[in-house]
T-cell receptor, first 113, second 113 residues
Framework: DTAVSQTPKYLVTQMGNDKSIKCEQN?????MYWYKQDSKKFLKIMFS???????INETVPNRFSPKSPDKAHLNLHINSLELGDSAVYFC????????????FGPGTRLTVL | QKEVEQNSGPLSVPEGAIASLNCTYS??????FFWYRQYSGKSPELIMS????GDKEDGRFTAQLNKASQYVSLLIRDSQPSDSATYLC?????????????FGTGTLLAVQP
């Protein structure tokens, strides 16, 4: 069983479109994260949720809106996609907000044309 | 100054040698430190964590921490071609609900057969 899963794995879209990425974890963890890894492999946290509550919101454009319907799911919706949004987006989870061990999903490679 | 600095590499070592990966960080308040390994096209996976000054050994891996020097390193003994990957250093910064991992840009390790 996959611990942290994401869909889709690849996403190719035009500038200006709106898209969503879904994430699910079956580890029973309380805390989930979204990370962005750019073309230079720099991995940066975007958001963190603990038991459906937003606890970390980095300086991310408000075109990015996370949603956590329950503690096992964390989705990311992106409005008005821009070229600079092209990256790999990783979802991760940890047992609690201390986040000692974070388990990463396989990533979603987003390409904006 | 970057929050977490790593030599991007590539660090090339022959099979069987010791690979030494270094990392410096800027937040003196960081108390926990993590090393993640990321194979090309894959997601990061945790390989070591260290919380106290000194050495921590796990199989062929040894993490070393010096909080006074704000320095953490990872030694890989008897390097194997399968160790070829990017190694990401990640101190945990902040406190309480807002603590988060800050990733370095990673060091690419290439183990030559």
């Amino acid at each position: 069983d996959t611990a942290v899963s994401q869909t889709p794995k690849y996403l190719v879209t035009q500038m200006g479109n709106d898209k969503s990425i879904k994430c699910e974890q079956n580890l029973g963890h309380d805390t989930m994260y979204w990370y962005k890894q750019d073309s230079k492999k720099f991995l940066k946290i975007m958001f963190s949720y603990n038991n459906k509550e937003l606890i970390i919101n980095e300086t991310v454009p408000n075109r990015f809106s996370p949603k956590s319907p329950d503690k096992a799911h964390l989705n990311l919706h992106i409005n008005s996609l821009e070229l600079g949004d092209s990256a790999v987006y990783f979802c991760a989870s940890s047992r609690n907000r201390e986040g000692d061990t974070q388990y990463f999903g396989p990533g979603t490679r987003l390409t904006v044309l | 100054q970057k929050e977490v600095e790593q030599n991007s590499g590539p660090l090339s070592v022959p099979e069987g040698a010791i690979a030494s990966l270094n990392c410096t960080y800027s937040d003196r308040g960081s108390q926990s430190f993590f090393w993640y390994r990321q194979y090309s096209g894959k997601s990061p996976e945790l390989i070591m964590s260290i919380y106290s000054n000194g050495d921590k050994e796990d199989g062929r891996f040894t993490a070393q921490l010096n909080k006074a020097s704000q320095y953490v390193s990872l030694l890989i003994r008897d390097s194997q071609p399968s160790d070829s990957a990017t190694y990401l250093c990640a101190p945990r910064t902040g406190g309480g609900a807002t603590n988060k991992l800050i990733f370095g840009t990673g060091t690419l390790l290439a183990v030559q057969p």
